[in-house]
Nanobody, 114 residues
Framework: QGELEESGGGLVQPGGSLRLSCAAS????????MGWYRQAPGKQRELVAA???????SYVDSVKGRFTISRDNAKNTVYLQMNGLKPEDTAVYYC????????WGQGTQVTVSS
Protein backbone atom coordinates (compact mmCIF):
# COMPACT_ATOMS: atom_id res chain seq x y z
CA GLN A 1 0.00 0.00 0.00
CA GLY A 2 1.25 3.48 -0.90
CA GLU A 3 -1.26 5.36 1.21
CA LEU A 4 1.44 7.22 3.18
CA GLU A 5 4.42 8.76 1.40
CA GLU A 6 7.41 9.54 3.65
CA SER A 7 10.46 11.65 2.83
CA GLY A 8 13.24 13.66 4.47
CA GLY A 9 15.52 11.09 6.06
CA GLY A 10 19.26 11.04 5.59
CA LEU A 11 22.71 11.14 7.16
CA VAL A 12 23.60 14.12 9.36
CA GLN A 13 26.27 15.01 11.89
CA PRO A 14 25.46 15.39 15.59
CA GLY A 15 23.76 18.73 16.17
CA GLY A 16 22.32 18.78 12.67
CA SER A 17 18.71 19.01 11.54
CA LEU A 18 16.29 17.12 9.34
CA ARG A 19 12.66 17.63 8.44
CA LEU A 20 10.53 14.56 7.82
CA SER A 21 7.32 14.74 5.81
CA CYS A 22 4.47 12.28 5.43
CA ALA A 23 1.67 12.88 2.96
CA ALA A 24 -1.48 10.83 3.44
CA SER A 25 -3.64 9.86 0.49
CA UNK A 26 -7.17 11.24 0.50
CA UNK A 27 -8.29 7.65 -0.03
CA UNK A 28 -7.61 7.03 3.67
CA UNK A 29 -10.67 9.08 4.53
CA UNK A 30 -11.18 11.02 7.74
CA UNK A 31 -7.86 11.42 9.59
CA UNK A 32 -7.56 11.65 13.35
CA UNK A 33 -4.25 11.57 15.24
CA MET A 34 -1.03 11.61 13.19
CA GLY A 35 2.37 10.72 14.55
CA TRP A 36 5.91 9.48 14.14
CA TYR A 37 7.41 6.28 15.50
CA ARG A 38 11.00 5.12 15.30
CA GLN A 39 12.80 1.81 15.60
CA ALA A 40 16.52 1.56 16.28
CA PRO A 41 18.46 -1.65 15.58
CA GLY A 42 17.70 -4.30 18.19
CA LYS A 43 15.08 -2.15 19.92
CA GLN A 44 11.29 -1.95 20.05
CA ARG A 45 9.41 0.60 18.00
CA GLU A 46 8.61 3.68 20.10
CA LEU A 47 6.26 6.61 19.69
CA VAL A 48 8.31 9.77 19.16
CA ALA A 49 5.64 12.42 18.66
CA ALA A 50 1.92 12.70 17.99
CA UNK A 51 -0.48 15.46 17.06
CA UNK A 52 -4.26 15.48 17.37
CA UNK A 53 -6.76 16.83 14.88
CA UNK A 54 -6.94 20.01 16.95
CA UNK A 55 -3.16 20.43 17.06
CA UNK A 56 -2.42 19.12 20.56
CA UNK A 57 1.07 17.59 20.60
CA SER A 58 2.92 15.06 22.70
CA TYR A 59 6.54 13.89 22.67
CA VAL A 60 8.69 11.20 24.16
CA ASP A 61 10.87 12.77 26.86
CA SER A 62 14.11 12.17 24.98
CA VAL A 63 13.15 14.53 22.12
CA LYS A 64 11.35 17.30 24.01
CA GLY A 65 12.79 20.70 23.13
CA ARG A 66 14.49 19.34 20.02
CA PHE A 67 11.72 17.92 17.81
CA THR A 68 8.53 19.64 16.67
CA ILE A 69 5.57 17.85 15.12
CA SER A 70 3.08 19.76 12.99
CA ARG A 71 0.36 19.07 10.46
CA ASP A 72 -1.21 20.73 7.46
CA ASN A 73 -4.75 19.42 7.23
CA ALA A 74 -5.33 21.02 3.82
CA LYS A 75 -2.41 19.00 2.45
CA ASN A 76 -3.14 15.94 4.59
CA THR A 77 0.50 16.02 5.67
CA VAL A 78 2.35 15.63 8.96
CA TYR A 79 5.89 16.90 9.56
CA LEU A 80 8.62 16.26 12.09
CA GLN A 81 11.24 18.99 12.45
CA MET A 82 14.27 17.41 14.10
CA ASN A 83 16.90 19.78 15.54
CA GLY A 84 19.94 19.12 17.68
CA LEU A 85 20.12 15.54 16.46
CA LYS A 86 22.05 13.04 18.55
CA PRO A 87 23.53 9.65 17.65
CA GLU A 88 20.84 7.99 19.77
CA ASP A 89 18.22 9.41 17.38
CA THR A 90 19.50 7.04 14.70
CA ALA A 91 16.59 4.84 13.64
CA VAL A 92 14.07 4.13 10.94
CA TYR A 93 11.25 6.63 11.35
CA TYR A 94 7.70 5.57 10.49
CA CYS A 95 4.74 7.81 9.87
CA UNK A 96 1.48 6.70 11.51
CA UNK A 97 -2.01 7.94 10.71
CA UNK A 98 -5.14 6.95 12.59
CA UNK A 99 -8.33 6.79 10.56
CA UNK A 100 -10.82 3.95 10.33
CA UNK A 101 -7.71 1.88 11.00
CA UNK A 102 -3.99 2.57 11.59
CA UNK A 103 -1.93 3.33 8.49
CA TRP A 104 1.88 3.09 8.37
CA GLY A 105 4.47 4.65 6.12
CA GLN A 106 7.27 2.64 4.55
CA GLY A 107 9.88 4.11 6.90
CA THR A 108 12.73 6.54 6.29
CA GLN A 109 16.26 6.09 7.64
CA VAL A 110 17.73 8.77 9.90
CA THR A 111 21.41 8.33 10.72
CA VAL A 112 23.25 10.72 13.05
CA SER A 113 26.99 10.13 12.97
CA SER A 114 30.33 11.89 12.68
Amino acid sequence: QGELEESGGGLVQPGGSLRLSCAASRSIGSVNTMGWYRQAPGKQRELVAAISTGGITSYVDSVKGRFTISRDNAKNTVYLQMNGLKPEDTAVYYCNVRSWRNFWGQGTQVTVSS
